[in-house]
Nanobody
């Protein structure tokens, strides 16, 4: 059974930094894609950044230049370094791990709260 666990959220002042971590366990396979999504109150869940096993990355326009995604394939872990945080970055951040084995399997973490406020 695959488990996805995030950590690293919290309260930070505008302009500050946070680093989120996500560990996926329960499989021998390296996930094809690992990603971070977020959902703010009253809004739909949106993609923040993703990274393929080969190292290709994709970022939402709103976080380009401020957030950096990285991963350790051997450990099935993914990180999100968030710098120059803004109030509008406040949301619950979810880790997503995707495995392609004939069909697509999506695994989600429980989410971690990030609050940017003075």
């Amino acid at each position: 059974q695959v488990q996805v666990v995030e950590s690293g959220g919290g309260l930070v002042q505008p302009g500050g930094s946070l680093r989120l971590s996500c560990a996926a366990s329960g499989t021998f396979f390296s996930f094809n894609v690992m990603a971070w999504y977020r959902q703010a109150p009253g809004k739909q869940r949106e993609l923040v950044a993703d990274m393929t096993r080969g190292g290709s990355t994709n970022y939402a326009d709103s976080v380009k230049g401020r957030f950096t995604i990285s991963r350790d394939n051997a450990k099935n872990t993914v990180y999100l370094q968030m710098n120059s945080l803004k109030a509008e970055d406040t949301a619950v951040y979810y880790c997503n791990a995707v495995l392609f084995r004939a069909i697509r399997y999506d695994y989600w973490g429980q989410g971690t709260q990030v609050t940017v406020s003075s």
